[in-house]
């Protein structure tokens, strides 16, 4: 027991219990207003066949993540690459590969294929 005045005692367990509660709940609604809460991705769907990215322009909102889903019809494989993205994949001759890309700003973001200089395509978030 801690004597504070005279008449007057607080037990040390009952003040910590006090401040633990307190630190949790601090702790709690910061996690509730946390934006790192996992968000819905959008997802686009690519073919790449014939050496081109079918659609070669899409779009998506910003501020939200991006999961493209690029499936290689061609027979030999590809990669998937974007400098501005920061994003690499090879993919191989007729399979699928899953790309996920940070939630991102307004602006125009370009992809190719770095085995074929020809295969390009773009993304604009808005």
Same mark, same amino acid.
């Given at each position: @027991?801690? $004597?504070?005045?005279?008449?007057?005692?607080?037990?040390?367990? %009952?003040? @910590? /219990? *006090?401040?633990?509660?307190?630190?949790?709940?601090?702790?709690?609604?910061?996690?509730?207003?946390?934006? =790192?809460?996992?968000?819905?991705? %959008?997802?686009? *769907?690519?073919?790449?066949?014939?050496?081109?990215?079918?659609?070669?322009?899409? =779009?998506?909102?910003?501020? $939200?993540?991006? %999961?493209? *889903?690029? $499936?290689?019809?061609?027979?030999?494989? @590809?990669?998937?690459?974007? /400098?501005?993205?920061?994003?690499?994949?090879?993919?191989?001759?007729?399979?699928?590969?899953?790309?996920?890309?940070?939630?991102? $700003?307004?602006? *125009?973001?370009?992809?190719?294929?770095?085995?074929?200089?020809?295969?390009?395509?773009?993304? /604009?978030?808005?």
């Amino acid at each position: @027991m801690l $004597k504070l005045e005279e008449g007057q005692q607080v037990s040390k367990v %009952t003040d @910590m /219990t *006090r401040k633990l509660a307190l630190a949790a709940l601090c702790a709690l609604a910061a996690f509730a207003a946390s934006p =790192s809460q996992a968000q819905q991705a %959008t997802e686009i *769907r690519l073919t790449y066949s014939n050496g081109q990215f079918q659609p070669n322009q899409v =779009s998506a909102p910003a501020d $939200k993540p991006v %999961t493209f *889903r690029v $499936k290689n019809l061609d027979a030999k494989a @590809m990669e998937f690459e974007s /400098t501005s993205l920061r994003v690499e994949k090879v993919v191989a001759a007729n399979s699928e590969g899953v790309i996920n890309v940070r939630a991102l $700003k307004s602006g *125009r973001y370009e992809f190719y294929d770095d085995f074929n200089d020809k295969a390009r395509g773009a993304l /604009t978030v808005q």
